[in-house]
């Protein structure tokens, strides 16, 4: 049975990314900045797909901080081990994943990939077509 959050909040979106185009390695942090909402005073939820070098999480935490959020909480679906550059503990994890790149379930390689049911790991040459699915 899914539940369902009986408590008054507001849902917005923050456009962040080191990852552009067919690369399977973060670079620069781009951060769209129309789109960081109003959160002076609020209790802010950060969720996010995938902790990988923690950079992302870290950079936006410390930010919606510098906002006047009265706390900030992060959420990830996966963590990959071993990646972590910037000491971050995420509030809550779905699964720990080895460091190997995935798809699917929303998460791309060149904007491929996304639609698939699971989450997969992209074969080493990213030009064959096919993936695994990841065992957990």
């Given at each position: ?62 930010h919606l901080r510098t ?68 065992q957990g």
């Amino acid at each position: 049975m899914c539940g369902n959050l009986d408590l008054a909040l507001r849902i917005d979106l923050i456009q962040a990314s080191s990852y552009r185009g067919p690369v399977t390695r973060p670079g620069e942090l781009h951060i769209s900045p129309e789109l960081v909402p109003d959160v002076k005073g609020r209790h802010v939820l950060l969720l996010d797909d995938i902790l990988d070098t923690g950079r992302t999480l870290h950079h936006l935490k410390a930010h919606l901080r510098t906002l006047g959020a009265a706390s900030v909480h992060v959420a990830v679906l996966l963590r990959k081990q071993g990646r972590q550059v910037v000491p971050l503990e995420p509030d809550y994890c779905g699964f720990d994943i080895p460091d190997r790149f995935v798809v699917g379930y929303g998460l791309d390689f060149n904007d491929e990939y996304r639609h698939l049911p699971f989450v997969a790991v992209l074969p080493e040459q990213h030009e064959a077509p096919g993936t695994v699915p990841l065992q957990g």
